[in-house]
Each structure stands twice: as structure tokens, then as C-alpha cells.
């Protein structure tokens, strides 16, 4: 018997991935959620059928997200995370001896109920006594905030679903009034490849460029996503990604990755034409 | 309700027509949508095919004695009724029929001056003559409110020959008069109680709503169920009491509705009646606690008053329709029609109208709580980026309108067309209005006033989308000779 998860990238590509076993699967008031064992991927999450993580990739996703903005602001203290049940963006945090508050919001109780009985080692930090975990809208959330956190970091699924609300004006703008004058905002910015996830990208980039001062984009190669190919946004009100990275401290921290180097980190924001073009036409 | 609401004839029988492959030698001639591949392929094949014409299975809206005539009873039954009919010219010909039925030429109609349109074009078609209840004005929201019993009393007593009063149940604000009381007025006195209920289906189904115009005791009611009924847009039912000739207003919709009614209208009025009768109190108190939970939200913001059941005074607000969520914007400096405009240009959100001090957002069984998240957030960001000092707003103040003629005379009579600022004095024949809420600012047969004038250029400044008059760009009016 072959048995076989697959999702479609655009309305005519698919990728599909051997299934062993499939060990959860639930519908929350939000989504259906699902987690496969599977013999490439290990452990893969999916929410609607989307792939959100699988324990063989997920490292690049999470390293990306977290150390980017970590090098480039010289004191981090106070963190909001706004999605994320999985527990990846705060297992990678919690790595910094220097950070103060990380405040978790995920809307849904269930992926994080989930994830710490199937994915224990992406859970590994959700205890961590500097996490504070809100099960909340955040939309809702964010909108009490002002002046208060150096870095939030959206990472959210795609704008098609319940996330919808974490890729609009009103949500980029109320992050804006949440971070301190020197805080930067990171988000998982999509795709640039098939054509609808490219729109979706553009929509959010030319919303964070008319909101924030600096407003980049970098990529990194996730294969379990779509076209292999993902995007992030780096949006900040003071501190530019490549220019106010700062290597040698980053570098006597000591901590081992897998994917993110400050040699690569640099080499991110280089991006091809046809995204340069994409992205120069919004902002 | 004494009757099975669990059936839906028309849509029964749409299904068994669908199941027959009937061979279509009759209008409509896409013939089930083949013969118009792009509108099929827009709308779908399952809309198309139920696209069909009046025939023995399917009954005629004309003269209704099967399935149609069916599911009027089964409405009648589920809105507590004596009639019901469905309604395929929107509430605009729900309300037309149901002055037409009541009132003939001549005739006097107590109403209040903050009726949509549809009323006073009735008039127009029918000659009456209207007299005008003033609305209590909240002078610190600026909007018009119910009529009070004092003053409907008076204008009764006044005009012991009208023969119908008209009640706004509820106003576009979700503002309610005493309509109860006001039905035993016109009774007492001879005459019949109508109501627009344009926005108040979910009174007849949801718990602690305002009473609805049929347990009140009015005598014919106007319903909009594409509006919180869920049916689609231009459907609609007109209610009548005990004491109306249901053959004669039949006669009167013949007048004007069309002989070839849409059978996807009156199948949604079906479904949606069903769907209310069944789950109807669940899904309206769900609305409910998502307008509550806004304006919670709202009010916490600061700056903006969402206002609700507080309201109540007992007369000329007796009563609020708490689905509503209207929001007074002014104290941030920003008129209602400008806090409109900027949640869909920048925030991609469409709210149901803006006027010069509030927004109205229309909250119904479709919402969700994400999506009021944004339209929190959306008001949120707005106060933080668009404040503004607000002296210099206009407040919205009620202006009595002074009838010179009827409506009618007035619509008909010879006119000529004068620059709009020069018109002050002089009679209007047209009408005059900010859409939405379609509520007449001048209608034919008014006198002019400078402070009509200065309120509409106000308006049309502030970016209201104004209409009525032949000329679009309403520089000129027409006026009587």
C-alpha cells in the first residue's frame, strides 16, 4: 500500500510526500490540523492541508526568522511571537542568554497541544520561564501594545486562511505602535514564485514599506514549501539588516546553526531581478 | 408557528425540476445556462439551470395556488402573519405596495421625515399627501430618532382624516419608536399602522429583539430579508395583518411587479425563511454577541463612541436594535463619511455607510470574529494616524421640512432648473439625498432653506455620495415655476 500526503503549490503543481503513518488528526475551531510521520520528512505539521513544518527543514525556517533581526539589534530584551504553536521560533530564541520576556500569542490551543505531544523537540523552549504563552487573536492583542517589545516576529500561516488578518495594513500598523523606537519587525513574507502566492507577497511588502522606514526582504531555501523558495520581511523603524549587522558579536555567542551563518545573512538580501522588480514595483 | 417549517416548496420543487431534465422550449432563453457559456460559467451551472420561468410545477408569482403560494403560508406562519408574499422588486416594492394598498390621491399619511425613499416615491405614484411627525434629533449623534407617542398622538388628532400612520421599525441606526402603542393609536382613531421594517427581520427571531410590527399589531409590514434575513439581494416580503384584504394588495403588487419573477430569488426568500424559523434565535443571538463584543472593543479604544442600549429613553428611542453597531466618530475629529472612506481605501474594509457624524457597520449571521478583529484594529490605527482637532465638523441637526404641495403635485408639476445656491425659498420637485441611508434631505414638493443648502454643499464636501436630482453633479435643482 502506498499512502501519500500531498499539497498543491499553485492550481496545477502538487507535492506529495510519503506517508508511514499518520498520527494526528483533528479539527479546532480554527483549522484542521494534522501531523504525519513520514519516512524523508520525519515528523511533517500540517494546518488545512498546508505543510507548516516537518522536523527534516524546519531549521531553516526558524533559524532565519530568529537570528536575522537577533544580529542586527545590539539588545534584544523584550520579544513578541505571534503564532508559532509549533514552539520553533521560541526554541531558537531561548537560546539567547539575553533576552528578557518572549510573549507567545497563537489563536489556537490545539496546534500547541499537538505539537508538545508529536513534535517534543520543537516544543523543547515552550517552558521556558521567560515565555509567556496568550491563546488570543492576535490582531486583538496587539492593538493594547504600545512602546513595548524590540522585536515581533509574525509567523504566521498564509494570508488565505485564518491568519488573513496578520497580513493587513491594520495589523502591520498596530506592530508598528507596539515596538519600541528602535524595534524590528520580522515576517514569514510567502513566496515569490507561482503567481498567486507572488501577489499575496507584494500586497504585504508594499503595506510594511509604506509603514515602516526600513523595509527589506531576504529569502532562504525551504523545501517543503512552495517552489522551494521562501521569502521573510525585515521591517524596522531604525536598524538596516546588512549595514547594522554586527558579526563578531554575533559570532562570540557561540551558537551553532545549521543553515543561518552572518556570512549567509548578508548573501539573503541579495535577491534575483525578477524579485527585485516584483518588489520595487509596490514600494 | 403552527406549521412544519421545515419544508421549503419552491426549493422542493426547483430540486424536482432539476431531477426531471425537462426539455426547455420557454424563456428564459439561455436554457439552463447552454446557451450562455460565460454567464454559466460565471455563476455556475447549479445557479443557471434554476434560472427558469413560471410553469404548472414551479406555480406563478402572479397568482400564487402551489408551491409559492406555500411558502408565502409557511412565511406568514413564521413571521406570525395573517399573509405573506414574496417579493422580487426589493423592499423598495414591498413598501410601494403596501402604501399603494393603503393609501389612494389625496389621501393624509402620518410618517416620520426620516423614511428611505421608497416611501416617499409611493407617494409620488399615489398622490398622497404626507405629514410629517418630527424625529426626536440626538443633538450629540446628530441622527434622527423615533417618533414619540406624544407626537403621533398629536398629528393623529390633528389629522383625523389620515388613514394610515407609518412607523420606521427600526431606523437604519437600529432605532425603534413605540410601536405597539403608536398601532393602537391608528387603530383607535380608524386608521392602519404600517411599518418599514427594512432592517428589522431578526425582531420576528431573535430573543430580546425590539417586538416586531406584527406582534405589535401594525397592520402591514415591509421586510427585507436580504438584509439580515440572508436571502439575496432584492428579495423581500411584505406581511399583512387580520384586518387587510390579502386579494386587493395582491392586486396592487400586480401593478407594478414583474410577471416574470426570479425563481432564484424567491427560492433564496424559501431557504433563508426555513433557515430562520429552525436556527433563527441561535444565529441572532451570535450577531448580537458580536456587536456587543465590538462595541466593547470599540468604546475601549477611546475617542469613539459606539453606541447601544443605553440609549433607551422610553419614548422616542423605546427601544435599540443591539445587532447594530454604529460608531459616533466626531470626537476624533473626523466625520463619519471620512472614517468610511479611509476603511476601504486603506483598510479593505466596506462598512455599510458613513454620514456626517457615525458609521454604521452592518454586522449579520455571515460575520466572524477575525473579521471584526480588523475592523477593531482598522478604527484603532485610524484614531492613531488620522485624529484630528474637531471643531469645524457640522453637527447633523434635524430640519423641519415645511410641504408646500404633495409629492406628487410637486414631481409632476412644471419646473425649471436654477443653480443650487441660488434655490433657497424656492419649492423643490425632486428629491435630495445622501446614499446611504437614502433618507431624504429635500423631497418634491419642500420648501428650500439655506440651511438645507449649507447642510447638502457640507455633505457633498465631506465626500458624500449624494443623489436624486437629474443633474448628477447636483449643481442644479429643479424647482417648481
Known amino acids: 500500500m502506498e499512502l501519500w500526503f500531498s499539497e498543491f503549490h499553485a492550481p496545477d503543481v502538487k507535492h506529495s510526500i510519503r506517508v508511514n503513518n499518520h498520527l494526528y488528526s483533528k479539527k479546532s475551531e480554527f483549522q484542521q490540523i494534522d501531523i504525519f510521520d513520514t519516512p524523508e520528512f520525519g515528523r511533517v505539521l500540517t494546518l488545512d492541508g498546508n505543510v507548516i513544518l516537518t522536523e527534516r527543514d524546519e531549521f531553516i525556517y526558524d533559524e532565519m526568522i530568529t537570528h536575522v533581526p537577533m544580529s542586527v539589534h545590539p539588545d534584544i530584551k523584550d520579544i513578541l511571537v505571534i503564532g508559532a504553536g509549533d514552539g520553533g521560533v521560541v526554541k531558537e530564541l531561548a537560546r539567547y542568554d539575553t533576552v528578557k520576556r518572549i510573549d507567545l500569542v497563537e489563536m489556537d490551543p490545539m496546534v500547541l497541544e499537538a505539537c508538545r505531544e508529536y513534535l517534543p523537540e520543537n516544543a523543547s523552549r515552550l517552558d521556558d520561564d521567560r515565555v509567556y504563552i496568550y491563546f488570543d487573536n492576535a490582531l486583538r492583542f496587539i492593538r493594547r501594545c504600545k512602546d513595548e517589545y524590540d522585536l515581533i516576529i509574525v509567523d504566521s500561516t498564509d494570508p488565505f486562511g485564518p491568519s488573513e488578518g496578520y497580513f493587513t495594513r491594520e495589523f502591520y500598523g498596530s506592530c508598528y505602535n507596539a515596538l519600541h523606537q528602535d524595534g524590528i519587525m520580522v515576517n514569514q513574507q510567502g513566496s515569490p514564485f507561482f503567481r498567486h502566492d507572488a501577489l499575496a507577497m507584494q500586497r504585504s511588502h508594499h503595506l510594511i514599506a509604506n509603514i515602516f522606514p526600513v523595509s527589506r526582504v531576504y529569502q532562504a531555501h525551504i523545501p517543503t514549501y512552495a517552489a522551494g523558495y521562501w521569502l521573510f520581511g525585515f521591517a524596522s523603524k531604525k536598524y538596516h539588516p546588512v549595514d547594522d549587522l554586527d558579526p563578531e558579536k554575533w559570532l562570540k555567542l557561540n551558537l551553532e546553526t545549521n543553515y543561518y551563518t552572518t556570512k549567509l545573512h548578508v548573501g539573503a538580501f541579495y535577491l534575483p531581478a525578477f524579485l527585485e522588480r516584483m518588489l520595487m514595483e509596490v514600494e | ?481
Not at chain 2, 419544508?7 to 422542493?12: C, D, L, R
Open chain 2, 1 to 481: 408557528m403552527k406549521m412544519n417549517q421545515n419544508s421549503a416548496p419552491v426549493y422542493e420543487a426547483l430540486q424536482k425540476f432539476r431531477n426531471m431534465r425537462v426539455v426547455p422550449f420557454d424563456v428564459p432563453g439561455h436554457k439552463h445556462g447552454r446557451g450562455n457559456p460565460e454567464l454559466t460559467a460565471f455563476l455556475g451551472q447549479q445557479c443557471v439551470a434554476v434560472d427558469v420561468n413560471s410553469m404548472k410545477p414551479l406555480d406563478n408569482l402572479c397568482h400564487p395556488v402551489s408551491v409559492i403560494r406555500e411558502a408565502e403560508m409557511l412565511a406568514a406562519d413564521a413571521f406570525g402573519a395573517a399573509n405573506a408574499f414574496l417579493m422580487v422588486g426589493g423592499t423598495t416594492s414591498s413598501v410601494q405596495s403596501m402604501i399603494l394598498s393603503a393609501c389612494k390621491r389625496g389621501d393624509k399619511i402620518i410618517l416620520p421625515r426620516n423614511v428611505h425613499r421608497s416611501v416617499i416615491n409611493a407617494l409620488v405614484l399615489c398622490g398622497a399627501v404626507p405629514v410629517y411627525v418630527n424625529p426626536e434629533v440626538d443633538t450629540r449623534l446628530g441622527i434622527s430618532l423615533g417618533m414619540e407617542r406624544e407626537q403621533v398622538q398629536k398629528a393623529i388628532s390633528e389629522n383625523p382624516d389620515a388613514v394610515a400612520v407609518l412607523v420606521n421599525n427600526p431606523t437604519y441606526y437600529g432605532i425603534c419608536s413605540d410601536i405597539k402603542a403608536i398601532a393602537k393609536m391608528a387603530h383607535d382613531a380608524g386608521m392602519l399602522c404600517l411599518a418599514d421594517e427594512a432592517h428589522g427581520t431578526h425582531f420576528y427571531f431573535g430573543e430580546n429583539m425590539p417586538v416586531s410590527a406584527m406582534a405589535a399589531g401594525a397592520d402591514m409590514s415591509a421586510v427585507s430579508m436580504h438584509k439580515s434575513g440572508g436571502s439575496l439581494t432584492q428579495s423581500s416580503l411584505l406581511l399583512t395583518g387580520e384586518n387587510i384584504n390579502s386579494g386587493h394588495v395582491r392586486q396592487i403588487i400586480n401593478l407594478t411587479q414583474t410577471t416574470s419573477g426570479s425563481y432564484l430569488l424567491m427560492s433564496s426568500l424559501d431557504i433563508s425563511r426555513r433557515n430562520l424559523a429552525l436556527r433563527g434565535r441561535e444565529v441572532f443571538a451570535k450577531v448580537v454577541s458580536m456587536a456587543n463584543y465590538a462595541r466593547d472593543e470599540i468604546n475601549s479604544i477611546g475617542g469613539y463612541y459606539a453606541f447601544g442600549s443605553e440609549l433607551i429613553n422610553g419614548n422616542s428611542i423605546f427601544d435599540f436594535d443591539r445587532t447594530k453597531l454604529s460608531v459616533y466618530t466626531r470626537d476624533i475629529g473626523l466625520a463619519g463619511i471620512e472614517v468610511y472612506d479611509i476603511l476601504r481605501d486603506e483598510y479593505d474594509i466596506q462598512i455599510e455607510f458613513g454620514d456626517i457624524g457615525n458609521i454604521l457597520a452592518y454586522l449579520s449571521m455571515g460575520d466572524r470574529p477575525q473579521e471584526l478583529e480588523r475592523l477593531v484594529s482598522a478604527l484603532a490605527e485610524i484614531r492613531r494616524l488620522y485624529e484630528k482637532d474637531k471643531s469645524g465638523l457640522l453637527s447633523q441637526e434635524y430640519i423641519d421640512p415645511e410641504v408646500v404641495t404633495s409629492p406628487q403635485e410637486a414631481f409632476y408639476a412644471r419646473k425649471k432648473s436654477v443653480p443650487i445656491k441660488e434655490s433657497a425659498g424656492l419649492v423643490c420637485s425632486e428629491f435630495v439625498m445622501c446614499y446611504p441611508p437614502g433618507i431624504p434631505i429635500l423631497a418634491p414638493g419642500e420648501r428650500i432653506t439655506k440651511e438645507i443648502l449649507d447642510y447638502i454643499l457640507y455633505a457633498k464636501e465631506k465626500g458624500c455620495s449624494m443623489t436624486g436630482p437629474e443633474d448628477p453633479d447636483i449643481l442644479n435643482i429643479n424647482v417648481l415655476v
